[in-house]
């Protein structure tokens, strides 16, 4: 992120395999992963499966990888699958997400201060924290499979000291252990935002950007503390079905008995498990994975009235082209076209990729250009302008383990200064009496509703009037289940995982006049 024209990290598809493979860890946990192979093959799974797990974590940590571009590839090479795949997979991610906590653990287990601990054996102490502390792993398995793994990875004396520490964190469960670590970080019971900040595994200051959020759109702050634990939660798999292309009923009846309609958008359905890529409809390209929250925002651009022609759409920074796949189906139902753009050209191949099976004609081009170029390029040339604009994210933390950790407030200025370039670029794309809709997958309050009105502003003094819509009027038109959870008093919407089970996209709609 933070690049013109991209607004995630790379490897959508990749991340969406990830996570349906998460839905087999609590299957596997009680079991300590273990399969019903024969005795010897049970056990050089379980070494893979935890083996694996260390491997992802150490790559992200030193060579910024993405976990779910690099955990996936590893379990297939190794041999990895079903069960102890999904063992795996919960290993690695929960130990990413919660590395907060369990690094507040270790200081009150450990001998030694964290930081004089090497870094592969601090991550094998929060893999060990995370069997023993977030998954049904028995302690006797947590505690030697990872000392195994520590003797076979950094040496028999390391292995000792992580053995000592495990087994110190063993001998309290979790709750005692979330007690302990508040009281230490917050000892006077004076500081919520510090308690929750190592209780629930983010940094301070998204806990309070986050709180803040909530209470700008209407929410009480006391509901941060549900939002940061909807973040630590496996998100489920939800797939779309592409308008025109395959129904919601065809796509459940391939996904299998128990797949289900989501509550809100009209082209969501819930996978309960399994490997979505298996399904006939997403190897086609007619469904995708998509986050039911990505797939409402594309659906109210589309619903947006207009004045005049609706002929010509744009999404201007398309990749990897989940949501242009989403807008190209409709298109094609009005007879409209699509241009996607996107500024890395390996993404413009993804978005090229996602479209392969869009209506013929509803594609006008895939290209490759600078999302803040567009307006000056082709003022006044569509009908309609998606900007999902680049982000830090914090509304996806929940798929996106590490981010939280990567991401610090000094990002927001580079990238406040970047969306408003691209919302600039977009409102001068649109014609008269079309729309733009502003998305960002961050709840942030200095990457959402500031970035609008000083859009708005800086349209005014440029000549340029910009109407903002009541987005939450259209978007209860789409999903009418979902206007009885809307806050009062904003055009605005700010969708939360807590309360929708969706990823935190904000939306404004903007038409200008």
């Not at 086609?284 to 986050?291: F, H, I, K, M, S």
């Not at 925002?297 to 989403?326: N, Q, T, Y």
């Amino acid at each position: 992120m933070g690049r013109p024209g991209s607004g995630r990290p790379p490897g959508e598809g990749g991340r969406r395999d990830a996570r349906g493979r998460e839905r087999g860890a609590a299957r596997a946990q009680g079991r300590g992963h273990r399969t019903a192979a024969a005795p010897g093959r049970r056990a050089r799974t379980g070494d893979a499966a935890r083996s694996a797990a260390f491997d992802a974590v150490r790559a992200v940590a030193d060579d910024e990888a993405y976990a779910n571009l690099v955990l996936p590839p590893l379990l297939r090479e190794r041999g990895v699958e079903g069960r102890d795949a999904g063992f795996a997979t919960e290993l690695a991610y929960g130990t990413l997400r919660l590395r907060g906590r369990y690094d507040a653990v270790l200081t009150l287990a450990s001998s030694r201060p964290l930081d004089q601990v090497d870094p592969p054996v601090l991550d094998l102490l929060r893999l060990g924290a995370h069997q023993l502390l977030g998954m049904r792993v028995p302690a006797h398995a947590a505690v030697s499979e990872t000392v195994g793994l520590a003797r076979e990875r950094v040496g028999a004396g390391a292995a000792q000291f992580v053995n000592a520490v495990l087994r110190r964190v063993a001998e309290r469960d979790v709750d005692d252990w979330l007690a302990r670590i508040g009281d230490a970080a917050d000892p006077a019971g004076t500081d919520e935002v510090a308690r929750l900040a190592v209780t629930q595994s983010h940094p301070a200051w998204v806990v309070r950007a986050l709180r803040e959020a909530l209470v700008a759109d209407g929410r009480p702050a006391s509901e941060v503390g549900a939002l940061l634990a909807a973040d630590n939660a496996a998100p489920r798999v939800t797939l779309v079905a592409r308008p025109g292309l395959v129904t919601t009923a065809e796509l459940a009846a391939q996904a299998g008995p128990d797949a289900a309609p989501a509550p809100f958008a009209p082209t969501a359905v819930v996978l309960p498990g399994g490997d979505p890529g298996s399904l006939p409809a997403v190897r086609e390209g007619r469904a995708g994975v998509q986050d039911e929250g990505s797939q409402l925002v594309a659906l109210a651009l589309v619903a947006a009235g207009l004045d005049g022609p609706d002929e010509r759409w744009l999404d201007l920074c398309a990749g990897p082209g989940g949501k242009a796949s989403l807008l190209a189906a409709a298109a094609g139902q009005r007879g409209a076209r699509l241009v996607a753009n996107e500024v890395q050209p390996h993404r413009s191949r993804l978005v090229a990729q996602s479209l392969r099976a869009a209506p013929g004609g509803a594609v006008e081009e895939v290209r490759t250009g600078d999302g803040r170029t567009v307006g000056d390029d082709e003022p006044g040339s569509y009908d309609r302008v998606l900007l999902d604009a680049p982000c830090t994210g914090l509304g996806a933390l929940r798929r996106r383990p590490e981010a939280r950790w990567r991401r610090t407030p000094a990002d927001l200025a580079t990238l406040g200064t970047l969306q408003r370039e691209l919302l600039r670029s977009a409102l001068a794309a649109v014609r008269p009496g079309g729309v733009v809709a502003y998305v960002t997958c961050s709840p942030h309050l200095a990457e959402t509703r500031l970035v609008v009105t000083d859009a708005v502003r800086a349209a005014a003094r440029a000549g340029t009037e910009v109407e903002v819509l009541d987005a939450g009027a259209v978007l209860a038109e789409v999903a009418p289940e979902w206007a009885a959870t809307r806050t009062d008093g904003h055009p605005d919407v700010q969708l939360w995982p807590h309360v929708h089970g969706t990823d935190a996209m904000y939306l404004a709609l903007l038409r200008r006049t």
